[in-house]
């Protein structure tokens, strides 16, 4: 993630230890994170969906949509996010077009994941029938 170096000296970080969940699937969301240290994982309906490593951001939909939480969080080793909340995100689509490249960039590939899964369950189930 390129523009993840503009969060490293943020005076405000959400700790989580190893095992701790940053949020869950269906919680209201008010704000995105961006991991600065750590690893954690996304889960969707208790399913596997992403690793995330340093510069990997969570969250962005809620900020984006007011939607509730997709997935589930958990932090597979001590982590460190930025919290960025929709105030702020506004400002960053403004001042730092590369953010809001990114964003897309991200959630684009991310729902390229899904359909590929999608295309992949399909084709199981046509070859077993």
């Not at 699937?25 to 954690?40: H, P, R, S, T």
Request: proline share 2%.
């Amino acid at each position: 993630m390129l523009f993840f170096d503009m969060f490293r000296q943020d005076p405000e970080f959400v700790r989580v230890r190893k095992g701790e969940i940053l949020f869950r699937e269906g919680e209201a969301g008010e704000k995105m994170y961006v991991l600065i240290e750590g690893e954690a994982e996304v889960t969707i309906a208790g399913l596997f969906f992403e690793n995330c490593t340093v510069g990997s951001f969570v969250g962005e939909l809620a900020v984006i949509d007011g939607s509730p939480r997709s997935g589930t969080v958990t932090a597979t080793k001590n982590c460190k996010f930025v919290a960025i909340d929709r105030e702020r995100f506004h400002f960053l689509v403004e001042e730092a077009p590369r953010f809001a490249i990114d964003v897309m960039r991200v959630m684009a590939e991310r729902l390229r994941k899904c359909d590929q899964r999608i295309l992949a369950s399909a084709s199981e189930v046509a070859s077993s029938a």
